[in-house]
T-cell receptor, first 111, second 115 residues
Framework: LAKTTQPISMDSYEGQEVNITCSHN???????ITWYQQFPSQGPRFIIQ???TKVTNEVASLFIPADRKSSTLSLPRVSLSDTAVYYC????????????FGKGTRLSVIA | GAVVSQHPSWVICKSGTSVKIECRSL??????MFWYRQFPKQSLMLMAT?????????EQGVEKDKFLINHASLTLSTLTVTSAHPEDSSFYIC???????????FGPGTRLTVL
C-alpha cells in the first residue's frame, strides 16, 4: 500500500482558502486518492476522491498533477467548524482492500 | 447515502470483563467490514478484516483470542474485547465495504474505557 506524507498541522483564519498537500511517491496505477475528515470522537467522513487532474464537489476540490505523486486538498473559505484532522489515503478502488490511515493533518481554524 | 452504526457509542467496564461492540450497515449489505482502533491524538490503526461467513483476518500484533470478531450476517459484525484491561481503553471504529461500488463507510465509533 502506498505511503502518504502530509504536514502534521496547519493553522488558518476563518474565510481563508486552505490547501493541504499530500505526497504519495509510490502510488500505483490502479490507486485512487481519497481524503477523509475526522472530528474528535467521531468516525472519518469521506470528503473527496480522485484519480487524476481536478475533482470538485460541494465541499472541496482535489488537485492531482499528471505524475500523481502528490495531491492537494483545497477547502474554500474555511470556518471554525472545519477544524478537524484531514487524512489523505491512496488505495486500489476495488476488492476488499482496507484503508490504511497515515498520521493526517490537524487543521485549526482561528476566528 | 450508506449509513453505518455502532453500538454502544460509549462503554465503561471493569478490568477483566468482556465488552461487545456491534457494527451495522443500515441500508446496504456488507460482505466485508473492517475494525480500527484509535488512541488519543493518534491515527486509526487497522485491527482486522471481518468477512461474512468466514474467520476474520487480523493484522500483525493484534491478538485474535482477545479481540473476537464475528460477522454472522451481511449487515452485522461484532467485536468482543475479552478480559479487558485499562490498556484496551480506546476509540474503536468500524467501516463497511459496499459490495457494488467498493466504497468504505465508517461508523461513528465506540469509546471504551476500562477501569
Amino acid at each position: 500500500l502506498a505511503k502518504t506524507t502530509q504536514p502534521i498541522s496547519m493553522d488558518s483564519y476563518e474565510g481563508q482558502e486552505v490547501n493541504i498537500t499530500c505526497s504519495h511517491n509510490n502510488i500505483a496505477t490502479n490507486d485512487y486518492i481519497t481524503w477523509y475528515q475526522q472530528f474528535p470522537s467521531q468516525g472519518p467522513r469521506f470528503i473527496i476522491q480522485g484519480y487524476k487532474t481536478k475533482v470538485t464537489n460541494e465541499v472541496a476540490s482535489l488537485f492531482i498533477p499528471a505524475d500523481r505523486k502528490s495531491s492537494t486538498l483545497s477547502l474554500p473559505r474555511v470556518s471554525l467548524s472545519d477544524t478537524a484532522v484531514y487524512y489523505c489515503l491512496v488505495a486500489w478502488n476495488s476488492g476488499n482492500t482496507p484503508l490504511v490511515f497515515g498520521k493526517g493533518t490537524r487543521l485549526s481554524v482561528i476566528a | 447515502g450508506a449509513v453505518v452504526s455502532q453500538h454502544p457509542s460509549w462503554v465503561i467496564c471493569k478490568s477483566g470483563t468482556s465488552v461487545k461492540i456491534e457494527c451495522r450497515s443500515l441500508d446496504f449489505q456488507a460482505t466485508t467490514m473492517f475494525w480500527y482502533r484509535q488512541f488519543p491524538k493518534q491515527s486509526l490503526m487497522l485491527m482486522a478484516t471481518s468477512n461474512e461467513g468466514s474467520k476474520a483476518t487480523y493484522e500483525q500484533g493484534v491478538e485474535k483470542d482477545k479481540f473476537l470478531i464475528n460477522h454472522a450476517s451481511l449487515t452485522l459484525s461484532t467485536l468482543t474485547v475479552t478480559s479487558a484491561h485499562p490498556e484496551d481503553s480506546s476509540f474503536y471504529i468500524c467501516s463497511a465495504l459496499t459490495g457494488t461500488t467498493h466504497e468504505q463507510f465508517f461508523g461513528p465509533g465506540t469509546r471504551l474505557t476500562v477501569l
